[in-house]
């Protein structure tokens, strides 16, 4: 079946940084690739899916990449703020059930400091 | 909006109790799902429906019972709490489809 890493547990920039997330997958590569924030206390809330046919796909600060030949994608957040302070998880589908779920990293802590 | 809503938000539970988390959704999602958040093991999928009258399960489903008599609900059932089953659990649904996942803000278990 296939395995999401999510290789930094805990990553700590300055205000104003571009934070860049990094996510890779084991086996085939997925047809769609989602990443999620979660704040303390809270259900994830999606932010972006990337098919893919799309190398990249760009949301107000936030990029996404997917790379199929390195089984990877990057997450980045330009001028990084306080607010941006999450968890963000990366997430794809797997199909070995009688319909796709979606399976999740365990992802990665960002604490932007001002 | 609703959309996901989960209750109740907290509950303590001794070992061999039974209950039910409820789960329903507002938006006429097909897809519905159960995932467990335990620390350092990220989320994992417990249980799934792909419409009333049909579920399926998940990475981790023993423990567990759902059902899907209506498209709006999916009560999961603990038959006999353990302290394995200590977790956040989430609650999540879709439209049918590669799209987002609409998850509740959690049902926070302890069982002692």
């Known amino acids: 079946s296939q395995k999401i890493e999510q290789n930094s547990e805990a990553l700590n920039i300055q205000e104003g940084k571009t934070a860049t997330l990094t996510c890779n997958y084991t086996n085939y590569s997925p047809a769609y690739l989602q990443w999620y924030r979660q704040d303390p206390g809270r259900g994830p809330v999606f932010l972006l899916l990337i098919r893919e046919n799309e190398k990249e796909k760009r949301k107000e600060r936030l990029k996404v990449t997917f790379d199929t030949t390195l089984k990877q994608s990057l997450f980045h957040i330009t001028a990084s703020q306080p607010a941006d302070s999450a968890t963000y998880l990366c997430a794809l589908w797997d199909y070995g059930g009688s319909q796709g779920n979606l399976i999740f990293g365990k992802g990665t802590k960002l604490s932007v400091k001002p | 909006n609703a959309g996901v809503t989960q209750t109740p938000k907290f509950q303590v539970l001794k070992t061999g109790q039974s209950m039910t988390l409820q789960c329903a959704q507002d938006m006429n999602h097909e897809y519905m799902s159960w995932y467990r958040q335990d620390p350092g093991m990220g989320l994992r999928l417990i249980h799934y429906?792909?419409?009333?009258?049909?579920?399926d399960q998940g990475e981790v489903p023993n423990g567990y019972n759902v059902s899907r008599s209506t498209t709006e609900d999916f009560p999961l059932r603990l038959l006999s709490a353990a302290p394995s089953q200590t977790s956040v659990y989430f609650c999540?649904?879709?439209?049918?489809?590669?799209?987002?996942?609409?998850f509740g803000e959690g049902s926070r278990l302890t069982v002692l």
């Open positions: 999540a649904s879709r439209e049918t489809g590669v799209g987002e996942l609409f």
């Open positions: 429906s792909v419409g009333a009258g049909i579920t």
